[in-house]
Nanobody, 118 residues
Framework: QLQLVEFGGGSVQPGGSLRLSCVAS????????MGWYRQAPGKQRELVAA???????NYADFARGRFTISRNNAGNTVYLQMNSLRPEDTAVYYC????????????WGQGTQVTVSS
C-alpha cells in the first residue's frame, strides 16, 4: 500500500510561480513511477510530468520549458515547480504513483487546486 499527500496548491496571478510537493509513504521500495497529472473542469485528467520506470522524465508539451519535476534523494517526494503560469493551467493537480509488487498498482493523491487568475 502507498499513501500520497500533496502540498502547495493555491492561487496565483498569470506569470507567477507555484511549487507542488507530493510525499509518498508506505511501500516506497516498490515505487516505479511517480509524477503529476491535472484535471481542469470539464476535461479529462492529463499527464503533466513524471519520472518513468526507466528513471527518465516525461513532460507534457504544455509543461516543457515552464514546469520542472524533481525529487528528493530518498525518492519518496516529488516536486513540481511551475513557472510562467497561465489561466489555462488552472486545474486540480494530482500526484500519481505506480508500485510494482506482484503486478502494477496505481495510486493517486487527493489533489490540490491550482488557480491562475488576475
Amino acid at each position: 500500500q502507498l499513501q500520497l499527500v500533496e502540498f502547495g496548491g493555491g492561487s496565483v496571478q498569470p506569470g507567477g510561480s507555484l511549487r507542488l510537493s507530493c510525499v509518498a509513504s508506505g511501500s516506497i521500495s516498490s515505487l516505479s513511477v511517480m509524477g503529476w497529472y491535472r484535471q481542469a473542469p470539464g476535461k479529462q485528467r492529463e499527464l503533466v510530468a513524471a519520472f518513468t520506470s526507466a528513471d527518465t522524465t516525461n513532460y507534457a508539451d504544455f509543461a516543457r520549458g515552464r514546469f520542472t519535476i524533481s525529487r528528493n534523494n530518498a525518492g519518496n517526494t516529488v516536486y513540481l515547480q511551475m513557472n510562467s503560469l497561465r489561466p489555462e493551467d488552472t486545474a486540480v493537480y494530482y500526484c500519481h504513483a505506480v508500485t510494482i509488487v506482484a503486478g502494477a498498482e496505481d495510486y493517486w493523491g487527493q489533489g490540490t487546486q491550482v488557480t491562475v487568475s488576475s
